[in-house]
């Protein structure tokens, strides 16, 4: 980075640091899943069990286990990755409630922090590309989930979303199909004229769409802990007000990866926001 960006984003980043940093230290209003990590990982750090054997009630001298709620008796819900994790952080924090508590915090602040790097770096250097950071880091909803509840989504989220950032990001702007994507959705009359196969673009376009809604689906179950029929009901709205949020047109053609990345938590800023405060308005869906 030149010294010219540096001092651009000097405040910027003194300003993140002045809303995360006190967070870290508050109740996590809308969120207590920090405290079952906590249970969950002294399973595997402090008695060498398996968090996906034992359940915190097993431990009943622990004095954390009331923390477990009513979950107690149930097992983790989530993959190993995250139990290794968790069992790490619980081994350095020990009997320290606190400690453990803000570490999982400062895990899940410095994924955050990952995202938006990642996001600056995408964005080269075209137009927008503070603002685009900037949209991320000072999200109010982000910052709740992540720096607030320190929700372990952070990491998961961003393991996913990297992933398939790479992939399509390499597809859409290194390929042939990426280019006659774009080309048939700017002018598909004028892409077939070109000697684009339109019929095998949009098919292929689909394909890669209902991958997508694979991969969405499958967290979707892994969050909920189960499958129903309208799952996902709605969802296709909102990946539509993501990808306009983020400037892709509606009318083909136009558009990049990076900003429908940005446009998905912006979107779904208000609606968080609002569940915060234990309201829910009939107007949320509108949000």
């Known amino acids: 980075m030149n010294v010219a960006w540096a001092n651009i984003l000097t405040w910027p980043r003194r300003l993140l640091m002045l809303l995360a940093l006190p967070l870290l230290f508050a109740y996590p209003i809308n969120a207590t899943d920090v405290y079952r990590y906590v249970i969950r990982g002294r399973v595997a750090s402090a008695y060498g069990q398996s ?66 790097a990642l996001i600056w770096a995408a964005a080269g250097e075209r137009p927008g590309r503070v603002a685009a950071a900037l949209l991320w880091a000072w999200n109010p909803a982000l910052l709740l989930t992540f720096a607030l509840n320190g929700h372990n989504d952070a990491l998961m989220m961003g393991l996913v979303v990297f992933a398939l950032w790479l992939a399509f990001n390499f597809l859409l702007s290194r390929t042939r199909l990426g280019r006659h994507i774009y080309a048939t959705g700017s002018n598909r009359e004028a892409a077939r004229l070109s000697g684009v196969d339109v019929f095998r673009t949009t098919t ?41 949020i983020g400037g892709v047109s509606t009318l083909g053609g136009q558009g990049l990866l990076l900003g429908t990345v940005m446009g998905a938590p912006r979107r779904r800023s208000p609606r968080t926001t609002v569940g915060a405060r234990r309201r829910v308005p009939p107007w949320h869906r509108a949000a």
């Open 51 to 116: 968090p996906f054997v034992a359940p915190p009630a097993e431990f009943i001298g622990d004095p954390f286990m009331p923390l477990a709620g009513e979950w107690a008796g149930e097992t983790s819900p989530y993959g190993p990755l995250w139990e290794v994790v968790a069992a790490g952080v619980t081994a350095v924090s020990g009997d320290n409630l606190l400690l453990g508590v803000v570490l999982f915090k400062l895990l899940a602040l410095a994924c955050f922090l990952a995202g938006g």
């Open 204 to 244: 292929a376009a689909y394909m890669v769409s209902s991958f997508c809604s694979c991969v969405v689906g499958l967290i979707v179950c892994a969050t909920s802990g189960m499958g129903t029929m309208d799952a996902g009901n709605m969802y296709e709205l909102y990946a539509v007000a993501a990808s306009v």
